[in-house]
């Protein structure tokens, strides 16, 4: 049977990166993107890549209804959110399809703190009832551009102030995982439907949240203060942001609490079968800042 390829998330920081691997590896290749009416798909047309879309929502079961309907996959790579798996195991027990899934989980699982991890073991429990072949791929935090969630707000902050709170003691240990090591794991499990079970994906260094800002001043060529700021400050502040801005709030009670928490986890399963060799600390933030400086959203 010819592959077929089903993808959602193409447009986000790990999709685009790993259409771009796609391009490179398999030049002109099919791919079904399922994106939002909203999303913006003009960045994915620059790839060699056969693309036909779909448009949807993923979180919605009408969605994977209507697309599962029309075409049997071979694989589906879910990038969007692991919490989703629900509604796609509905879908396709429905048509009765069982292609490979690799699905994007999240570190977050082993989290303490029960409405974060508690949401993700449930789904990953759904996962693992599933009849077919599937890769779930953990990553920690990833990051590697102005796309990224955490740390290119932290570059530009520190670029901007030359200061950065430390709320705690700032000694729990992080590793972000660069998005293109996380996008070149997608395509090795892509080219291994055999590979079946749960993967943590974590970066090439272990750093404390301190030694991370250290890291940042380094390569922007300029001091960062660490303001050191009790614990409960950050929780207390959280919990008022969260409760006036609802939905909207930039920063969540769970988010500092979880600041406490180690956030390092050994990738070596990950490395015996996906072969995964991820890079440096310091030399993916040195091309995220090289990126970001080239963008001018940080001073030269
Ligand atoms: N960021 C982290 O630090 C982190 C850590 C651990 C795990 N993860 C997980 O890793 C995955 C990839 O993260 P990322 O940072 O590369 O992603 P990202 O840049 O945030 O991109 C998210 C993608 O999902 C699409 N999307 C969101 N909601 C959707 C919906 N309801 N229907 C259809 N498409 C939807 C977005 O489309 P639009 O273009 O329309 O917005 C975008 O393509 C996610 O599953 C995330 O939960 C992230």
Redesign the pocket.
């Known amino acids: 049977m010819q592959s077929s390829i089903l993808i959602?998330?193409?447009?986000?920081?790990?999709?685009?990166i790993f259409l771009s691997l796609l391009a490179q590896k398999q030049p002109g290749a099919t791919l079904h993107c399922?994106?939002?009416p909203?999303?913006?798909c003009r960045l994915l047309e620059k790839f060699n890549l056969k693309l036909t879309y779909h448009s949807?929502?993923?979180?919605?079961r009408t969605?994977w209804d209507k697309i599962l309907v029309q075409k049997n996959f071979t694989t589906i790579i879910?990038?969007?959110?692991?919490r989703?798996i629900h509604t796609i195991l509905d879908s396709l027990r429905q048509v009765q399809h069982t292609p490979n899934l690799i699905i994007?989980?999240?570190?977050?699982v082993y989290s303490q703190y029960n409405h974060y991890g508690s949401e993700y073991k449930e789904a990953e429990k759904a996962l693992a009832t599933y009849t077919g072949c599937y890769c779930l791929l953990?990553?920690?935090?990833?990051?590697g551009s102005h796309?990224?969630?955490?740390l290119h707000k932290l570059i530009k902050f520190c670029d901007r102030y030359g200061f950065f709170p430390v709320f705690g003691s700032g000694d729990n240990l992080i590793q972000?995982v660069h998005?293109e090591d996380?996008a070149q794991a997608i395509l090795t499990a892509l080219q291994r439907p055999h590979i079946q079970g749960a993967y943590d994906f974590s970066g090439g260094t272990v750093v404390t949240f301190r030694e991370l800002l250290t890291l940042v001043g380094k390569l922007l060529g300029k001091p960062v203060r660490q303001i050191s700021l009790p614990l409960n400050a950050g929780v207390w502040s959280a919990t008022i942001i969260e409760n006036l801005l609802k939905e909207r709030s930039p920063v969540r009670r769970e988010q500092i609490l979880r600041l406490q928490e180690d956030k390092a986890y050994p990738h070596d399963a990950a490395q015996r079968d996906l072969d995964f060799f991820p890079r440096s600390l310091e030399e993916g933030l040195r091309l995220e800042v090289e990126l970001m400086r080239s963008l001018g959203m940080i001073s030269s």
């Open positions: 959602s998330g193409a447009t986000g920081l790990t999709g685009s399922l994106v939002r909203t999303s913006d949807g929502d993923s979180a919605r969605t879910h990038l969007v959110q692991l989703q994007i989980g999240t570190t977050g953990r990553p920690t935090m990833i990051y796309q990224d969630k955490n972000p998005a996380l």
